[in-house]
């Protein structure tokens, strides 16, 4: 599980939780239930480069097709190929197993202009 209190949230609903130079991303719980039943999820493949604010992933629900954007630049180190096989995952855990995948940061110092958990939810 990653600790959502302890993450980082990009305004476009992204999570990163940093250890070291690594940010493991995915979606917020709350955009989670506002796209709702996921039905497919288009990862990077390992080793693509990312841009922070740029779109990184496609998330389809059963509302409409998203963009997911990458809230740190960097390296694709490992993706969650569970969610990619039952995407209904992050549904159920969006900050546990349902997370996207992992960035080697480029620019760890990126990750200052993340909100914290607090700044998240007051502007949800």
Known sequence: MYDQEKSKFAKSHEWAFIEG????VG????AQHEISDIVFIE?????????????????ESVKSA???YAPVSGEVVEINT????DPSIVNKSSHGDGW?????????SEAGSLMSFEDYKATI
Do not use: Q
Not at 21 to 24: E, F, G, I, P, V
Not at 100 to 108: A, G, L, Q, T, Y
């Open 82 to 85: 569970a969610i990619t096989a």
């Open 43 to 59: 990862l990077p493949k390992v080793g693509d480069k990312v841009e922070a604010g740029k779109r990184a992933a496609v998330i």
């Open 21 to 24: 130079d690594t940010a493991t």
């Open 66 to 68: 998203s963009d997911f």
């Open 27 to 30: 979606i917020s719980d709350h």
């Open 100 to 108: 996207f995948f992992k960035i080697k940061m480029s620019n760890p």
